[in-house]
Structures are given as C-alpha cells and as structure tokens.
Antibody, heavy 120, light 111 residues
Framework: QVQLQESGPGLVKPSGTLSLICAVS?????????WSWVRQSPERGLEWIGE???????NYSPSLKSRVTISIDTSNNYFSLNMNSVTAADTAVYYCARGNRDLRRAFDIWGRGTLVTVSS | FVMTQSPLSLPVTPGEPASISCRSS???????????LHWYLQKPGQSPQLLIYLGSNRASGVPDRFSGSGSGTDFTLKISSVEAEDVGIYYCMQALQPPFTFGPGTKVDIK
C-alpha cells in the first residue's frame, strides 16, 4: 500500500531554513494526486502549509507563502518542503499527506510525522 | 474559512452514542452537489486518519458506527455506539478551496 515517510533535521536554528523530504512508496507520485504538508503544534493545532500537484503546480497558505517552497521530484518519487527565516513559532510536528483527487483532496494517507524544533 | 467545533471535550461511555458538531464560516457546498468537508481522527500518539470524506462518505476500513451528515455550513459526526478504541481528537477540515483549514478538534475520552 502507499506509504509516506518524512525525513530531515530535527533541530533548526532561528533564522535558518527548515528542509524536509517526504518519500512516497507503494505507488508513483506521478498519478494525478495532490501532495500536502501539514504541521501541528499545541498553539496552532493542525495547520495546512501547502500542496503540490505532480505537474509542479502549487498552492500555499497565505500566512506562510512568503517563506515556503514545495517542490516535487517525480523521478525519485518524493516531494519536499523548504521554509526559510524560521522562528520558535515554527516548532511543530510536520506531516506529509496525500490529497486524494477522487475524494476531493481528502488526506487519505499521512506520514508518521517528524518533530522539528527551532532553537539555538 | 473559519472552522469551529463543539464540544471541545466529550467524555463518553462505551456503548453509548456520541455526536460532534462542526461549523464553517462559509458554505462548503459546491455546485456539483458535494460538501467539501472531511473528518479525521487522531488517536493518541498517531497521525490523523481519514474517517469521513465529502461530509458523509466513510473512508475505506472505517466502521459503520461512524456517520457524517450536514450540508452548507453545519455538519455532524456521529458514533452510534462508542468503543474504547474511538478515543482521540476528532477534526473537521474544509477542502473547498486552499488554504484548507481544520477545526480546533474535539477530544473524546472515556468517562
């Protein structure tokens, strides 16, 4: 079955760049689905960051758009998140998720999540 | 789109029914007749999992004790007979248009 796995540094310095990868296994990333990043913190709850289509088309949360880039590598079956100028407020568990096109972008598959702490 | 939920905490007795309300600040009903409202359950220590999509459709593998209803701005998730494994936080989410937004969550635990 399709599985998602997040990876990346668990600790990022303030003003630095957060970089995460979501590896997709069990299916091709090139199957017409949307691929999202969602984060969760006690302060903000579940917060959608943005999404990318296999074609490379993206949508971002307006509150994060100036700092976030989501990209996709269809050859190696993964998509990635880059967030610059991070602060302590960006400390959260980051999830990647599949937005199922047939279910109108319901997130039917989630990664296990990875905790990213912003601290010096 | 601002999503609200009530109650925020729901102690339940196994075998009894439970109900969670979700309200959107704008209608989630598309011209195609679908309500772009999804429900998720996050069990303790786990990632969220999809329960209900498009307001009333159970996701694959979801027991039939879970049901979703509603249209426009008001939606309800019902559990016909709560089981111990249903504890966790339930979230609604609008997917009508980005940015997708989640409700604050309803924490369900056993009395």
């Amino acid at each position: 079955q399709v599985q998602l796995q997040e990876s990346g540094p668990g600790l990022v310095k303030p003003s630095g760049t957060l970089s995460l990868i979501c590896a997709v296994s069990g299916d091709s990333i090139n199957t017409g689905q949307w691929w999202s990043w969602v984060r969760q913190s006690p302060e903000r709850g579940l917060e959608w960051i943005g999404e990318i289509y296999h074609s490379g088309s993206t949508n971002y949360s307006p509150s994060l758009k100036s700092r976030v880039t989501i990209s996709i590598d269809t050859s190696n079956n993964y998509f990635s998140l880059n967030m610059n100028s991070v602060t302590a407020a960006d400390t959260a568990v980051y999830y990647c998720a599949r937005g199922n096109r047939d279910l109108r972008r319901a997130f039917d598959i989630w990664g296990r999540g990875t905790l990213v702490t912003v601290s010096s | 789109f601002v999503m609200t939920q009530s109650p925020l905490s729901l102690p339940v007795t196994p075998g009894e029914p439970a109900s969670i309300s979700c309200r959107s600040s704008q209608s989630l009903l598309q011209r195609n007749g679908f309500n772009y409202l999804h429900w998720y359950l996050q069990k303790p220590g786990q990632s969220p999992q999809l329960l209900i999509y498009l307001g009333s459709n159970r996701a694959s593998g979801v027991p039939d004790r879970f049901s979703g209803s509603g249209s426009g701005t008001d939606f309800t998730l019902k559990i016909s007979s709560v089981e111990a494994e249903d504890v966790g936080i339930y979230y609604c989410m609008q997917a009508l248009q980005p940015p997708f937004t989640f409700g604050p969550g309803t924490k369900v635990d056993i009395k």
